[in-house]
Each structure stands twice: as C-alpha cells, then as structure tokens.
C-alpha cells in the first residue's frame, strides 16, 4: 500500500464505499475485502474484537486493495497506537463532540510537528518502503485517515467548530447514538435535519461526511445523490441477518 487511496477519493471529491465488521471474525474480514470495496471498518468500539482478532484482520484487508480502517473504543492515545500499530490507516473516532476532543484525535494520531503520536507502527511499516523512521512518519502522517463521529445533538451543534480542526480529514455521522442523543426516532424530521445541518456545516468547512447506512442501496444512492461521500452499506451482521430473513421468508414452509 503506497498510498491511502480512501483519502485521495475523499480528496478528490468522490465517494467512498465500505463495509463495517463486527464479528471479530478475520476469515470475515478476509472474504468481505476481496469484493472490491473501497475501506472496511474494524469496529472495537462495540463488535467482538479481540487485539489478536483486529492484527489478522488488517493482515487478511491488507493483502487487497481494500484500505483498512478502524473505529477505536475511545478516544485515548494509547488505543489509538495499538490499531495504528496493528495496521489500520484510518482511524474513526466516536462520540467527538467538541473541538478539544477533536483536537485529542488528531495529536494522538500524528506524529510531531502535527501532532504527538508515540513512535512505534510495527505491522503499517510494512505497509512503507521507506528505509528510516523520519521517512515513515512522515508518510504514514500523509497517508492517515482522521475521521470523527458525529453522533450526539451536541456534536451536531458544534460541527462547524469541530471540522475546523486542521487535520481532520472526514466526518461521519452515527444515526442510532444521533438518535438517542435527541430522544427521536431514526428517521424521524428532527433526526434528519439534524444530519442535513451536519452536511451543511462539512459542506462549509470543506471536510468530506459520511454516513452508516443501514437499509441498502436506495438509502445509500438517497445519501451519496445529497452529498455524502463516505458511505457505509452494510455490516457483517446485517449482511448474513438479511440474507437469512430474506430467504426464510420465501421459503414455502
Ligand atoms: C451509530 O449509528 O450510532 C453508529 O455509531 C453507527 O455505527
Ligand atoms: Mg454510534
């Protein structure tokens, strides 16, 4: 992996499609990676990843052409290192619901002068063919994804002052935690002003959004046609959950 491929389509305007793992499975991983999607999401946020589980995962993601990413649990230095050194290239944060905390995400993730990353990178130096370690960092600095969730009626509120933050290379809204947050219902007019308001604010602020989709193409072609650019279609669980529902209902039992 010469470079982030998920950043320059972000970069240049375009969409990005992946898929988000929960299982804690690699032979998931593994299987998802080769259908040519654009990133897949480790999530250790919620999901039943091990540290074991996360490091075959980015080593089965990583012999495609699919980027890998990760959302951490929290948003703390030292989970953020072990994903980066386990090999994920792009890191979701969740729950950023201030410019302070997106200011965290961005020091723990970079190395100095933009941030204060500790020096490490075991698995994402094999990722690199450069021969020093001032010529990793500063790669891999180039080459990292920053994204932070917006998720809580709060974030939503202090978007505009959370993508201001340099460094910060993408938004991605939660709806369910977005949903909770405002006592409304997925879907719902509060719910979905809130999200266009977010839109609006990286529309503003020149920081790509993105959004998890959880009902198939029509919501996300509904999403990509409004502006969205990082989009998630499904996750591993919804995948086989839907799969199964759909063929127990046409059964002619
Ligand atoms: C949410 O909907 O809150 C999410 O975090 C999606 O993963
Ligand atoms: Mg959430």
């Known amino acids: 992996m010469k470079e982030n491929l998920v950043k320059n389509k972000l970069e240049n305007g375009e969409a990005a499609v992946g898929v988000w793992l929960s299982l804690g499975s690699p032979n998931i991983a593994e299987y998802i990676a080769n259908f040519e999607l654009d990133w897949l999401c480790v999530d250790t946020q919620h999901g039943l990843f091990g ?32 994903l980066q050194d386990a090999g994920t290239m792009g890191i979701i944060f969740p729950m950023i619901n201030s410019k302070k ?10 190395h100095s002068p933009k ?46 002052s959370i993508l201001s ?20 219902k997925v879907g719902s007019k509060l ?21 998890y989709c959880f009902t198939g193409a ?4 509904k999403r990509l046609e409004q502006g969205f650019q990082l989009i998630s279609i499904a996750s591993d669980t919804a995948l086989i959950g839907s799969s199964i529902h759909r063929i127990n209902e046409e059964l002619k039992l």
Not at 218 to 221: D, I
């Open 218 to 221: 029509e919501e996300a072609n």
């Open 115 to 160: 941030g204060s990353r500790s020096c490490g990178g075991a698995r994402q130096k094999l990722y690199s063919d450069k021969k020093s370690f001032e010529s990793f960092s500063q790669w891999v600095d180039e080459e990292t994804l920053i994204i932070v969730m917006i998720e809580t009626a709060q974030a939503v509120k202090n978007a505009e």
């Open 101 to 110: 905390e997106a200011e965290k995400a961005v020091d723990y993730a970079l």
């Open 51 to 82: 540290h074991n589980q996360v490091i075959r995962s980015f080593q089965a993601i990583s012999k495609t052409g699919t980027v890998p990413i990760a959302r951490v649990a929290s948003n703390e230095r030292f989970l953020v290192n072990k």
């Open 191 to 211: 719910h979905e002003n809130a999200i266009m308001k977010t839109l609006e604010a990286s529309k503003k602020k020149g920081v790509p959004a993105g959004i």
């Open 165 to 184: 933050v340099e460094g910060i290379d993408a938004c991605f809204i939660g709806p369910r935690d977005l949903a909770t947050s405002m006592e409304t």
